[in-house]
């Protein structure tokens, strides 16, 4: 096998990328992460001021972690739970209502083994309304997750999931339909 050596390797990120991400660990690590859980509208404001498009009311727990903001688009109601990783190297939606669990890891990028330069690459991530990925999931690049889906425990998602379905294993696969009963009125 030969050896492949990428210790000379330049960045993909351009200098500005790099700077903007300096700048938004130093606020991260101080303004975001130690402001108190039930601050979300705060949290909303600073990855506004990175350039999310971040529903005022979504949900962004502090234990967060988000590596580009200028990448995430959330909307009304939608929550990154505690932990979550957000790896967005490339944009990722989150619909109105959809939940992202905590421990769950939200992965737009990831290398081309094949290549000898060990290329970068990044897909979009679109997790559609309503939908959940559950307690520990892995979402890959490239992959939407439909419309009330549901991504069950420590599942890997690699390739697109249909909407109204309970999806688990590694890979994930479709189990059920999910159904929404109503609750009784009383």
């Given at each position: 096998m030969p050896r492949i050596d990428i210790s000379n390797k330049p960045s993909p990120h351009s200098l500005k990328i790099k700077v903007l991400r300096?700048?938004?660990?130093?606020?991260?690590?101080?303004?975001?992460?130690?402001?108190?859980?039930?601050c979300r509208r705060w949290r909303a404001i600073l990855l506004r001021s990175f350039g999310a498009q971040v529903?005022?009311?979504?949900?962004?727990?502090?234990?967060t972690v988000i590596?580009?903001?200028?990448n995430l688009s959330m909307g009304d109601y939608a929550t990154l739970?505690?932990?979550?990783?957000?790896?967005?190297?490339?944009?990722?939606?989150?619909?109105?209502?959809?939940?992202?669990?905590?421990?769950?890891?939200?992965?737009?990028?990831?290398?081309?083994?094949?290549?000898?330069?060990?290329?970068?690459?990044?897909?979009?991530?679109?997790?559609?309304?309503?939908?959940?990925?559950?307690?520990?999931?892995?979402?890959?690049?490239g992959v939407t997750i439909g419309q009330g889906?549901?991504?069950?425990?420590?599942?890997?998602?690699?390739?697109?999931?249909?909407p109204w379905k309970v999806c688990g294993g590694n890979p994930a696969q479709p189990i059920k339909d999910r159904t929404i009963k109503e609750r009784p009125t009383t």
């Amino acid at each position: 096998m030969p050896r492949i050596d990428i210790s000379n390797k330049p960045s993909p990120h351009s200098l500005k990328i790099k700077v903007l991400r300096v700048l938004w660990g130093v606020v991260y690590c101080t303004l975001f992460r130690l402001s108190p859980n039930p601050c979300r509208r705060w949290r909303a404001i600073l990855l506004r001021s990175f350039g999310a498009q971040v529903s005022l009311k979504a949900r962004v727990s502090p234990s967060t972690v988000i590596t580009m903001p200028w990448n995430l688009s959330m909307g009304d109601y939608a929550t990154l739970g505690p932990h979550a990783i957000c790896y967005s190297v490339a944009p990722v939606h989150i619909g109105s209502q959809a939940t992202v669990s905590q421990y769950a890891h939200l992965c737009t990028a990831t290398h081309d083994y094949e290549d000898v330069n060990f290329t970068l690459y990044a897909k979009p991530i679109t997790i559609e309304d309503q939908a959940w990925v559950c307690t520990d999931a892995f979402v890959g690049p490239g992959v939407t997750i439909g419309q009330g889906a549901v991504i069950g425990a420590k599942a890997g998602v690699y390739r697109d999931v249909p909407p109204w379905k309970v999806c688990g294993g590694n890979p994930a696969q479709p189990i059920k339909d999910r159904t929404i009963k109503e609750r009784p009125t009383t």
